[in-house]
């Protein structure tokens, strides 16, 4: 008996029944894949507060911020880990996520050319706890600002060097006075005046410039106190390095790529922390196309941002979070009364 094909109606049926599967599968993996990444930027954020914690237990207090934006970070002998270390978090916290190898490059080498060509390799190594798979791959991105990356690193200079960034910020407090570029060289710092070190700019947060914070300074309690947590970023400056708040490495000192903070008070003595007025609360944000902002927590999740605590834990705060609990995970020791998180 002769065999009856497919009839042109009945393929063109099977072929919208499969398309229909697919539309109705296809949100479906990309929320799974989507949470997957989620998942990933909660863990890096739990691998950095963890690190953190164990700095706290080598060294006496939580990483330091490094002397500025002009600063990376320097493994020779007599910088170590505290003020006297120009880079910033970012490298002081790389013994304690398994890449000692890449914070010692150029130990023991005292020709300064010869120390900047040898830490090229380091400020272009990528390290992938650093970045959001949600947002982009950990790279070396393009330098395109800012003429060479740092006084102790001008080996490498725009626009012929490329550096890995960071998707994550330190909480540096509820206050800021801006970034600093700190001294201009390393003679400079041993008179330099420290912006930060001004009581008018003293910071409440948990890493700044110069910082030596001991997690028996964080007063108001490990778990309420925030510690790492996702930037905002425009997302129309996700690769190419033309954002201010993204323009640089992921080892320099104390600047807007690497500090965050929780409220825009220019200094400590305009803010009453129990007048929510004073406060200028930086709330958190989504990426949003043709927005950049600086210093402000935010990400590529549309439900929120992730911050790490000063216990190791890793919260999700959702965008709409009212103002002064937010504002309380900023300071160490200043808790807003009825602001409870």
Partial sequence: MKRRGFTLVELLVVIAII??????????VNAAREAAR?????????????????????????????WGWRWQGDPRSGYGFGKTQPGGWGYNVLPFIEEQALHDIGSGMSNQ???????????????????????????????????????????????????????????????SAGEEGGPGSYDAAKTYRWQYENPVYEQNGVSHQRSEVKLAQVEDGTSKTGLFGEKYLNPDYYVDGNDPADDQNIFLGH???????????????VVNPQNPATLNVLSPRQDRPGVSLNFEFGSAHPAGFYLALCD??????????????????????????????
């Fill in 19 to 28: 398309g229909l599967l697919v539309a109705l599968l296809l949100p479906a």
């Fill in 38 to 66: 989620r998942m990933q930027c909660q863990n890096n954020l739990k691998q950095l507060a963890l690190a953190a914690i164990n700095h706290e237990s080598a060294h006496g207090f939580l990483p330091s911020s490094g």
């Fill in 113 to 175: 050319a010869q120390f900047e060509q040898a830490f090229l390799a380091a400020v272009s190594t990528p390290v992938t706890v650093f970045n959001c798979p949600s947002r982009r791959a950990a790279l070396a991105y393009p330098l395109v600002r800012n003429g060479d990356l740092a006084n102790n690193m001008r080996a490498c200079r725009a626009p012929n060097c490329v550096v890995a960034r960071s998707d994550y910020q330190v909480n540096s407090g509820s206050w």
């Fill in 255 to 269: 600047d807007r790529d690497v500090n965050g903070y929780f409220a825009n008070s220019s200094a400590r003595a």
């Fill in 312 to 341: 190791g834990s890793v919260q999700m705060l959702t965008y709409d979070i009212d103002p002064i609990p937010y504002y309380n995970y900023g300071g160490r020791n200043d808790e807003i009364l009825g602001g409870n998180r």
